[in-house]
C-alpha cells in the first residue's frame, strides 16, 4: 500500500496550482509518478473520502480530499 503516496499526493495538490491544472487536465499524466494501487488512484480521481480512509489515509487528508472533489474534468481543479 502507498499511502504515503496520496498523503503527498493530496499535500502537493493543496500547494501547487501547477500540479492542482496537471490533475485537473491529464491526471493519469500527473498521478504516474506515484506508486499507488488501482484503488488508491480510483479513489483519489473520485475524491471518495471513505475509500481514502479505508485504505488507510488520515481522516483529516482524506476530508480535504473529499471537500475538493474529484481530478479531471468534473472536479474542482478544473
Avoid at 502537493?12 to 485537473?24: G, I, P, V
Avoid at 500527473?30 to 489515509?57: K, P
Amino acid at each position: 500500500m502507498s499511502r504515503e503516496s496520496v498523503a503527498r499526493i493530496l499535500e502537493r495538490a493543496s500547494e501547487d496550482a501547477r500540479f492542482r491544472e496537471q490533475l485537473a487536465s491529464n491526471p493519469e499524466s500527473a498521478l504516474a509518478e506515484y506508486d499507488l494501487t488501482q484503488e488508491e488512484r480510483a479513489a483519489l480521481m473520485t475524491g471518495d473520502t471513505q475509500e481514502l480512509q479505508d485504505l488507510g489515509v488520515d481522516s483529516r487528508v482524506s476530508k480535504w480530499a473529499g471537500d475538493a472533489g474529484s481530478f479531471g474534468d468534473n472536479g474542482p481543479w478544473s
